[in-house]
């Protein structure tokens, strides 16, 4: 499974920036979508999760601001960046939790990453 994400960007706070993540290969079945983040010198941070129903899930800094939006049937998940902080500066990857082939194991896989920064 490729996982391809897009649309990161330099913006000034209080601007937006949409994410997109496609998903690509031999794909069964897409269990969960997610956005992470990981900022200069911390840990990566779960940002917003989607299961197989659509349920979406954000974190606590991102309420209100970040909206989730996609398709796990159609392997895709959109993250729309709203009123944008200097704090939300990071690397935000795309993950996907799927299912290669009917009876396999589920796995974790990563895209590349995109540079989202918001200057003052």
């Known amino acids: 499974v490729q996982l391809q994400a897009s649309g990161g960007g330099l913006v000034q706070t209080g601007g937006s920036l949409r994410l997109s993540c496609v998903a690509g290969?031999?794909?069964?079945?897409?269990?969960?979508m997610a956005w992470y983040r990981q900022a200069p010198g911390k840990q990566r941070e779960l940002v917003a999760t989607?299961?197989?129903?659509?349920?979406?899930v954000y974190a606590d800094s991102v309420k209100g601001r970040f909206t989730a939006s996609g398709d796990t049937a159609k392997n895709t998940l959109i993250l729309q960046m709203n009123s944008l902080k200097l704090d939300d500066t990071a690397v935000y990857y795309c993950?996907?939790?799927?299912?290669?082939?009917?009876?396999?194991?589920?796995?974790?896989?990563w895209g590349q990453g995109t540079l989202v920064t918001v200057s003052s």
């Open positions: 993950n996907a939790n799927s299912v290669s082939h009917r009876g396999d194991p589920s796995r974790d896989y």
């Open positions: 290969g031999t794909i069964f079945r897409i269990n969960v």
């Open positions: 989607m299961n197989w129903a659509g349920r979406i």
